[in-house]
């Protein structure tokens, strides 16, 4: 049974902007066999440095993401350094397609680092294994953070991790492809699906032959939840079980199926191509769809590379009401502690410096999203690029629209995203009817968040 999460063909989280090179809504999928060495996590003590004889502690910080995360993190940590020189702090990253293998392998060797980057798809995996610090023991302030992307991290071993941003599920749309093909922009506070399908269709019609009107959903969670929030469902209940039916999933790819015949989406081979391009190659960014589900913070990444001024949309709901689009504020990723750190009130004055300083958010800015502490948000605003700007007011203008936050991944939910791809490519591709898809899709989902 694989206790942590170790992707073989990891793929980059969309909602991390410099990441290189992010993906659509993109997680890693298939969860391979972890280390047995792992059987017990509570036998041995961590690997952080001793304290030196000067009384001097140093603390290792692991974290994925590209070349501009790396230089922002690193000069928070000089801030950090500044201010506490008895505490130094030891960067570890690298990109994500390596990231959770290398975290695997330390936490089974009892080497994990002191402060962890965390995503939410594996932080219950890693709580509930006791690999990580129930940081409400800690002086780490929480009073100004949005609540719920604090309550996500949360769960049955406490708070193990602490909001680093905030995204919310969004769609991006290119004002270029609109314009050419003479179809106005829609109106994202009252139109539905049946609203999407029609746009996309026009814009389909009305553009050169390998354009689109919107790019295909179907290779991420964000986009099923949404869709199963709007329909009464969720991807998971809070007991760690999912939380619909074969036939939810099978109307959702049916609805995808006809966007495909009408054209308002690419090809089934179109849509496995896309699937492997990087951010900048995407659909959106070249032209090539007018629409695209994306995470809120992918936009100025985005916007850059397309070189459009990107209008960020909210879902289409079934009722044409932005107050039933289903919406929620995520963590984009969470920092969190090593349960075996040998300086957890070091490490806990280190989150609380990135969580709530303004030194702190004056130099990350928007690189892991919203800052989720409004106070630094409001201080840091002016220093931001016009298109994080953008993000924010978003993020701000579906506040009093949010549903209810999500329960969080469980256990194995690191498989998930990997069947939902595999299954959607076997319908488009006619290989299995929806009804099929959505039985054999839902067997495999139970399957892994069980075993």
Not at 88 to 93: D, M, V, Y
Not at 179 to 201: C, N, Q, Y
Not at 399 to 406: I, N, Q, R, S, Y
């Amino acid at each position: 049974m694989p206790l942590f999460p170790r992707p073989a063909a990891a793929r980059q989280p969309a909602e991390t902007r410099s990441s290189r090179p992010a993906r659509r809504f993109r997680k890693t999928g298939a969860v391979a066999a972890a280390a047995a060495v792992v059987m017990a996590l509570s036998a041995c003590g961590g690997g952080s440095a001793p304290q030196s004889a000067d009384g001097t502690v140093e603390l290792r910080f692991s974290w994925w993401g590209g070349d501009k995360r790396a230089q922002l993190t690193q000069e928070a940590i000089k801030q950090f350094e500044a201010e506490n020189p008895k505490i130094k702090i030891k960067p570890e990253f690298g990109d994500w397609s390596g990231y959770w293998d290398k975290l695997a392998t330390q936490v089974a060797a009892n080497d994990a680092p002191d402060i962890i980057q965390m995503d939410e798809k594996y932080i219950t995996e890693y709580s509930s294994r006791g690999a990580l610090l129930d940081l409400s023991k800690y002086d780490i302030d929480t009073s100004k953070l949005d609540e719920a992307a604090l309550n996500a991290g949360k769960g049955d071993d406490g708070l193990t991790g602490i909001p680093a941003g905030i995204n919310a599920a969004t769609i991006l749309a290119n004002p270029k492809v609109f314009e050419a093909a003479g179809v106005p922009l829609p109106d994202d506070s009252k139109w539905t699906w049946e609203d999407f399908g029609r746009i996309a269709a026009e814009v389909t019609e009305k553009s050169p032959k390998g354009t689109y009107g919107a790019a295909a959903y179907g290779t991420d969670e964000a986009s099923l939840g949404v869709w199963l929030r709007q329909n009464g469902k969720s991807l998971y209940t809070s007991d760690g079980k999912l939380g619909f039916e074969p036939s939810d999933i099978s109307e959702w790819w049916a609805f995808l199926k006809e966007l495909s015949k009408n054209k308002a989406v690419p090809s089934a081979s179109e849509v496995v191509e896309a699937e492997a391009a990087p951010l900048d190659q995407s659909g959106l960014a070249t032209g090539k769809n007018g629409l695209a589900f994306w995470w809120s913070n992918q936009a100025p990444a985005l916007e850059k590379a397309s070189g459009a001024d990107l209008k960020i949309l909210r879902f289409p709901s079934k009722t044409g009401s932005s107050a039933d689009a289903g919406l929620w504020y995520k963590a984009s990723q969470f920092w969190s502690a090593s349960s075996r750190t040998k300086h957890p009130e070091e490490t806990a004055k280190f989150i609380n410096f990135l969580a709530n300083n303004v030194k702190a958010g004056e130099t990350l800015l928007a690189d892991r999203g919203v800052y989720p502490n409004a106070e630094v948000r409001a201080a840091i605003e002016s220093k931001l690029t016009p298109a994080d700007v953008k993000v924010v007011k978003f993020i701000d203008q579906i506040k009093d629209e949010l549903g209810e936050a999500p329960a969080p991944p469980p256990k194995g939910a690191g498989a998930i995203q990997e069947i939902i791809k595999r299954y959607t490519s076997e319908v488009l591709f006619e290989r299995l009817s929806t009804d099929e898809a959505g039985k054999k899709a839902v067997d495999e989902m139970k399957s892994a968040i069980s075993s």
